[in-house]
């Protein structure tokens, strides 16, 4: 089986969630964004406050399962001005990629490895640096923090891909002016110096989502290949696993994986 290590950036509402929906198989989908993000996707999914809830209820997954640590359980709205940061979220998320160590036959199957997918990067990377804070007794983010909060990124993408099943992770991305070259170039969103450069690094692929054409000619695509000129596009895009895709390919992750079955079969 081919297995998928992917970073798909873009900005709003160019496709990153609605092509989870292409991906072979039986997905979770940690979800750190807006409770109503996954509405764009385009199969079946149930949602649940927590992995862990999801697999005492013992239902099968038909397509995609969302723990939506973002939908807040009703109750009163807190009267401070500032919120207070809080480690609960990325606590439910470790110990519901922890059960994936007993539970991660309800994915995998013959066919498909089953995905595990994470929107999105920034959204994580605050919600973790939120969770260093609150660990820490602290109301406020100190400096000595985000070198912790890296550490606990990096072992949470680890731990992912050691399940043997596709991953995926979603982000945004900002425009940041290159101090040597004056150009402008596309990095992922997300707190720090050196995250945004490092975190491509840890993906087999990386593409930017675009949308082409107007009206009912619409198409969402995928950008494949880095873009030169005055202004610099993510560099890091690309795959490891197939020569000469196509520069600007669609949406599709079942296409990638004909495409890499193929390639792997000339090997």
């Known amino acids: 089986m081919v297995i998928f290590t992917s970073l798909v950036l873009g900005d709003s509402h160019t496709g990153k969630t609605r092509s989870l929906s292409t991906l072979p198989g039986k997905s979770?989908?940690?979800?750190?964004?807006?409770?109503?993000?996954?509405?764009?996707?385009r199969v079946p999914f149930v949602e649940t406050n927590s992995l862990c809830e999801f697999w005492e209820t013992k239902q099968e997954i038909e397509r995609i399962v969302v723990a939506n640590y973002t939908a807040e359980v009703p109750g009163d709205l807190s009267l401070a001005a500032d919120p207070m940061p809080r480690k609960d979220l990325v606590e439910r998320f470790i110990k519901d990629i922890n059960s994936l160590n007993i539970h991660s036959e309800y994915l995998m199957t013959e066919e498909n490895n089953g995905n595990l997918i994470v929107e999105t990067v920034g959204s994580l990377g605050y919600s973790i640096l939120d969770y260093i804070t609150a660990y820490n007794g602290k109301s406020k983010i100190e400096i000595q923090f985000y070198d912790s909060a890296m550490k606990k990124f990096a072992a949470i993408v680890g731990k992912l891909m050691s399940y043997g099943m596709n991953v995926i992770m979603t982000g945004h991305i900002q425009a940041e002016k290159d101090e040597i070259t004056g150009w402008t170039r596309l990095t992922p969103y997300i707190w720090g110096k050196k995250m945004p450069e490092t975190i491509p690094r840890l993906f087999g692929e990386v593409f930017q989502t675009i949308v082409t054409g107007t009206g009912g000619t619409i198409k969402y695509q995928w950008l494949t290949k880095p873009t030169e000129g005055s202004t610099i596009g993510l560099k890091f895009l690309g795959t490891r696993k197939i020569d000469g895709l196509p520069r600007i390919i669609e949406q599709d992750f079942g296409y990638l994986d004909k495409l890499s079955k193929e390639a792997e079969q000339r090997r």
């Open 28 to 41: 979770v989908l940690f979800n750190f964004d807006g409770p109503d993000n996954v509405t764009a996707l």
